[in-house]
T-cell receptor, first 112, second 109 residues
């Protein structure tokens, strides 16, 4: 079991560029989430999904899009990157019965 | 609305001293509370949850509904406890987990 995997580990973008952060899990978990981690702000929920085809907004959804076409994958899209999106991004998953989230290793994104 | 507050961004104690990391929450229903920990160069992982009422690595946390708190305690700190600690809340039947701002704990030798 690889658990939750994220790619890339590091990324540098220029303002206005677009990119997709990849997240996959092999535990057949229903729930998946994206968080951003900023100093002094903790972990803030961007978007989450309760199953394939179902997504919802978290605390800080602006500037990000998600989709969930399969149980395994939950990509996060930045359509037009801004310096305020410089952060560390974590993907997480959990099943419907046990309320424990499993986190990926994170993606460190810098927007210049 | 769900809200979690960790008032201390940084906490530094000496090895062998007691540790208490504070967590207060705001939620109108019956919440489920958690402590997650992130050691250096490791993934964020679950430390303990209030419903299991267990002690993990010597840490305990009691849910106080009257004070809406879920403080994390350990009687004797060890150097390997140095890490970033996050308190988190999940509302009843809710799918999302809301985190506090985190407390960086440093144990001095």
């Amino acid at each position: 079991n690889a658990g939750v995997t994220q790619t890339p580990k590091f990324q540098v973008l220029k303002t206005g560029q677009s990119m997709t952060l990849q997240c996959a899990q092999d535990m057949n978990h229903e729930y998946m989430s994206w968080y951003r981690q900023d100093p002094g702000m903790g972990l803030r929920l961007i978007h989450y999904s309760v199953g394939a085809g179902i997504t919802d907004q978290g605390e800080v959804p602006n500037g990000y899009n998600v989709s969930r076409s399969t149980t395994e994958d939950f990509p996060l899209r930045l359509l037009s990157a801004a310096p305020s999106q410089t952060s560390v991004y974590f993907c997480a998953s959990r099943d419907g019965l046990v309320n424990e989230q499993f986190f990926g290793p994170g993606t460190r994104l810098t927007v210049l | 609305a769900q809200r979690v507050t960790q008032p201390e961004k940084l906490l530094s104690v000496f090895k062998g001293a007691p540790v208490e990391l504070k967590c207060n929450y705001s939620y109108s229903g019956s919440p489920e509370l958690f402590w997650y920990v992130q050691y250096s160069r490791q993934r964020l992982q679950l430390l303990l949850r209030h419903i299991s009422r267990e002690s993990i690595k010597g840490f305990t946390a009691d849910l106080n509904k009257g004070e809406t708190s879920f403080h994390l305690k350990k009687p004797f700190a060890q150097e390997e406890d140095s890490a970033m600690y996050y308190c988190a809340l999940s509302g009843s039947g809710a799918q999302k987990l809301v985190f506090g701002q985190g407390t960086r704990l440093t144990i001095n030798p």
